[in-house]
């Protein structure tokens, strides 16, 4: 059985899917769909023989795919999804799923009558060391978790088509747009859920003198977020987007009442402490390399996020797997929300409830 792929959004992160998907066994991309002919002709080379359309809803129509990815600017998924959902295909839509809660909303009642497998590309869970360090919590590692850290260090936003990713009415902000992995990531390893956002932060260097139709971007750069939790635990977010000249892009750590473990990216590796057997200095360290056969731009996730979702749609007659799909939209949306919040959070100067952000009984918030 062959997996027939439709890409629609052929950009930068367009073409890391077909790449990933190049190497997939039992995959291939048939379908590409994008306005821009620059990015459609680029990623014809990558996808010979390939169908070409300048418009998502003409490879839709053509019926030559089993699933599509979804990877077009963040401010067009709901629209997407919207004429998407009503086909009968398997789904991989790029993250955030959507940039506002209410239109995170759209898409999930546009899904339930849908019968393919739908997931978010949130491939952080699938990195390596973040990996490693997820298992070894639900393993006890480091027992009851009442604090998390998670740092990046990185590089600005790159250019992307028409410059979109400038502006935050067009990504959601850079607490959702980027910061939604970090959430993600949270939330995996917290036993509680969220009921708060604490942000400080703002656009202190990046593109401030760069101008677009007479606009200037203004994408946040940094941030400080800390995350309440509804069992007393806190997580918190040290984000720097001008600091690429680091050692460690990502930096993941969780402690807990028996211990730390923590996670390094592109170091690869996992330091595990346990309290009453180690100390400062004196900790088990275990590599955790790129195991994919692609490593591409993420350290080999993205190839592992494929793996995980064609094991999905390979299992989709599976009693559970409707409840797999709501469940993947239900935790994107609250990545989302997190971020929403902390947005609100950085105009305001005060905290954000996710009361006030979700409604009551959905992901996160108490009936």
Request: glycine share 10%; aromatic share 6%; charged share 25%.
């Amino acid at each position: 059985m062959v997996i027939r792929y439709g890409v629609i959004g052929t950009g930068m992160m367009g073409r890391e899917h077909i790449a990933n998907i190049a190497h997939l066994p039992g995959a291939e991309v048939t379908a590409l769909a994008d306005p821009h002919p620059v990015s459609l002709g680029t990623a014809e080379g990558m996808a010979p023989g390939a169908a070409r359309f300048g418009d998502y809803r003409r490879l839709l129509e053509a019926e030559i795919c089993d699933a599509v990815v979804i990877a077009t600017p963040n401010m067009t998924h709901a629209d997407v999804l919207g004429d998407v959902l009503g086909a009968d295909l398997h789904v991989l839509v790029e993250k955030p799923l959507c940039t506002t809660v209410a239109e995170c909303r759209r898409v999930i009642d546009a899904s339930a009558d849908h019968r393919g497998v739908i997931r978010v590309g949130l491939e952080y869970r699938y990195m390596a060391p973040f990996a490693r360090l997820i298992e070894e919590v639900a393993g006890g590692a480091v027992g009851r978790v009442r604090m998390v850290s998670m740092r990046e260090h990185r590089f600005p936003f790159l250019s992307k088509v028409d410059d979109w990713n400038r502006f935050s009415d067009n990504t959601g902000g850079t607490l959702v747009e980027k910061c939604c992995h970090f959430f993600d990531l949270m939330n995996l390893v917290m036993p509680g859920r969220p009921v708060r956002v604490f942000a400080s932060g703002g656009q202190a260097v990046n593109h401030r003198d760069e101008r677009y139709g007479g606009r200037t971007p203004d994408i946040d750069d940094n941030a400080y977020v800390v995350v309440e939790y509804d069992d007393g635990a806190r997580a918190m977010l040290d984000l720097c987007m001008f600091a690429e000249a680091t050692h460690n892009q990502q930096e993941f750590a969780v402690m807990g009442d028996a211990g730390k473990v923590e996670a390094l990216v592109p170091e690869h590796i996992v330091r595990i402490g346990r309290r009453g057997e180690h100390s400062i200095g004196n900790v088990q360290t275990f590599p955790a390399p790129v195991e994919a056969p692609f490593e591409g731009l993420h350290h080999g996730s993205s190839y592992v996020e494929h793996e995980r979702f064609m094991e999905a749609v390979v299992a989709v007659e599976c009693a559970d797997a409707k409840a797999r799909s709501l469940q993947a939209l239900e935790d994107a949306m609250l990545c989302v929300a997190m971020g929403v919040a902390g947005q609100r959070s950085l105009a305001t100067g005060v905290p954000a409830a996710l009361a006030d952000v979700l409604r009551p009984g959905e992901s996160g918030v108490s009936p």
